[in-house]
Structures are given as C-alpha cells and as structure tokens.
C-alpha cells in the first residue's frame, strides 16, 4: 500500500468567503497563480508549470488554469492517484489560508468554511481521501470547538496548524491546553506545517528564504517548544507530525540536548525519551539528509508525505525506494506508520 499524507488544496467553495481577505486565486496572462489575501498577494505553483513555463510560455499557462480546477476536483485527484499508484492521499488546506492573522469573526468563520470544504471533497471517495483540520487560532475557545465539530461531525484524521507566531502565540502558551487536551482525547495527532508569517505582515526574507528556511527554522521551534515546555509531559498521548523532514531537528537534536539543563528545559525526561512521540514526513531532497532521517527517526516514525504537485514536490515513493531498505521498513514508511497514525 502507498499512502502520501502532505497534500494541499485551494477550493473553489472557500473563495471571497473571508471578508476583506478575499481569497480569490487567479492565473495572469504571463501564466503566474497568483492567491490574494487581503493586501497580500503571493505566486502559487508546481514544478510541472516551472518547467512548462520555461518550454512554452503558453503551454505553461494552460497547464496553470488546469491545475487550478484540479484542485477543486476530487476525481481529477483521485486519477492522478491511480496513475501514481497512490491508495491514499490526506489533504489540507493551503498554508497560505490559515488567517490566523484576522479578526476572530472572520478566522472562526472562514475555519468552518475550509473544514467543510475539505470533507466535501474527500467525501467523493472517503476511502482514499482523508482531510486534516483547520482552525482559527485567533480564538482557542472558538478551535477547540471547531476540532470537535471536524472530527466528530466531518471525519477529520488530524489538527492542520503553523509551526509559531500562531495569532501572537507560540505553542507552549498555556492558552493551547484546551486545544491539546481535545486533540489527545479525541486521537488525533497534531500535523504541523509551517505557514509565511508574511501573511502575517512579517517583512519579507531576501531571494524568497521565507518558505525556504524560515518553514525548517520554525518546524524546529515548534519541535523544541513542546519538548523544552513540559507539554508533552502534561498531554502524555499527544501525538505530532512536522513536515519536510521535521526541520532542522535531526541533524541539530544533539544540540538541544546539550541545553536542556533544569535552567532551559521543564521536560520531566532526557529530552531523547520523547523522540516517540514525534513522527516525521520523507520530504527531504538530499538522499544522504534522508538516509540519515531514517537513522535518526526509524522508519516507525517516518511517513511519505511529498507535497504533492507543490513548489518542492518530489515523488515520496521514489524517495523511500532510493534508501534501500528492507521490504519491511519501506512498508512502513510507505503506509504502516501513516495507518496507525492517522487509523487509516
């Protein structure tokens, strides 16, 4: 079985559904998606469209306002699927959506409409589609309830949520208990992906650096908050998932062990214990980077998840088969650790 879990989508039902923000999600004439968020305006894409673009200018744009309505069509995704012998796929919304930034009215709002929309469309075959929550941070009260609602009510797998400046809040606040207290009673594991704060007004890096390194820095300060917090001592069956190979966190653990003395860190714990708790996808585009991934997390603890068609995709399942293991490891990275993660 192949299941790719890091996915994301921009529906055509959420569109002008949150205020002044828009969003609306357009391609120009030069061939750019271009999604609008209030006064923020940022280039979406694929690496087929990088390439076609620079083929055929005009061939790249159709193959731009093709994908814009495939990501409104669950059976063109479902295709794609069974041409890239994918049994699975698990879905979010784009990063560029979470509006943690506005006004609570329109975060919890536009929250619900995402939601729905995202169990619309994995309810066109709820075998193979599943979707991940998204919340309006900028109200905890307001989060936990919309948690529930998505799971109970939609079928939600997991809590889609930013890596920090989470509505001014970092996730060792003790704002967020509520919220992990719902999510570890309600199985669900915490999936983390990073968002540009520059939606959030946060100035701009330099060449484009935000998604860049900005998303693998606060991957990690997600990581060693919860660790150096205490959360995971207070929320022991609290489970998470970090994206694009969790950061900087393998290649740097070492370092945050060095100063998890009783002065930095609260964890009851050697912070190495805690490692289980952790699950990371493959998404890592240097195979010595990745086999050491593998060393680092087992493959118990890895998951395929590929950005699929994103600006950085790659193909997850050639990713896991470049590593050589064993038939049994590549199972699991492949499927096992995505099925009992998310009861798939």
């Known amino acids: 079985m192949r299941i790719d879990v890091h996915s994301h989508l921009m529906l055509k039902d ?18 750019q998606c271009r999604t609008s968020i209030g006064d923020v305006v940022s280039v979406t894409t694929t690496v087929e469209i990088q390439e076609a673009m620079k083929r055929d200018p005009t061939a790249g744009r159709e193959l731009a306002l093709q994908w814009r309505e495939e990501l409104s069509d669950p059976q063109l995704r479902l295709r794609e699927m069974d041409e890239k012998s994918i049994d699975i796929m698990g879905v979010t919304t784009s990063p560029l ?8 009215e329109i975060g919890v709002h536009f ?30 009260d307001a ?9 109970q009510t939609l079928g939600a797998r997991a809590v889609n949520i930013g890596g920090g400046n989470l509505a001014g809040r970092e996730l060792d606040d003790p704002a967020f208990e509520p919220l ?5 009673s309600l199985d669900v594991p915490l999936f983390i ?3 540009p704060t520059t939606m959030a007004g946060s100035e701009r890096h330099r060449l484009g650096l935000d998604s860049v390194l900005e998303y693998l820095y606060q991957e990690a300060l997600a ?3 919860l660790l150096y917090s205490g959360v995971l001592d207070r929320f022991p069956d609290l489970k998470v998932c970090i994206t694009h190979g969790g950061g900087f966190i393998p290649y740097q653990f070492g370092r945050l062990e060095a100063f998890a003395g009783p002065k930095k860190s609260k964890a009851v714990r050697p912070i190495r214990d805690y490692l289980d708790r952790f699950y990371f996808d ?10 050491f991934l593998v060393e680092f997390m087992t493959p118990s603890h890895l998951f395929v998840g590929d950005n699929f068609k994103g600006m950085d995709s790659a193909d997850g399942f050639k990713m896991v088969e470049e590593l050589g293991l064993s038939a049994d490891d590549a199972e699991m990275i492949n499927a096992g650790t995505a099925q009992r993660l998310f009861h798939l």
């Open 223 to 225: 990581f060693g908050t």
């Open 193 to 195: 992906h990073p968002y």
């Open 282 to 291: 493959i998404l890592v585009h240097d195979l010595a980077a990745r086999r």
């Open 143 to 151: 989060s936990v309830k919309e948690l529930e609602h998505s799971v």
């Open 14 to 31: 959420i569109f002008g559904q949150a205020g002044h923000y828009g969003p609306s999600f357009v391609v120009d004439d030069a061939g």
């Open 97 to 104: 959506l979470y509006l943690y930034w506005a006004e609570p």
């Open 180 to 184: 992990f207290a719902k999510a570890e």
């Open 111 to 140: 929250a619900r409409v995402q939601n729905e929309a995202l169990a619309k469309y994995c309810a066109a075959d709820p075998s193979r589609l599943f979707f991940m929550a998204t919340l309006p941070l900028q109200d905890l």
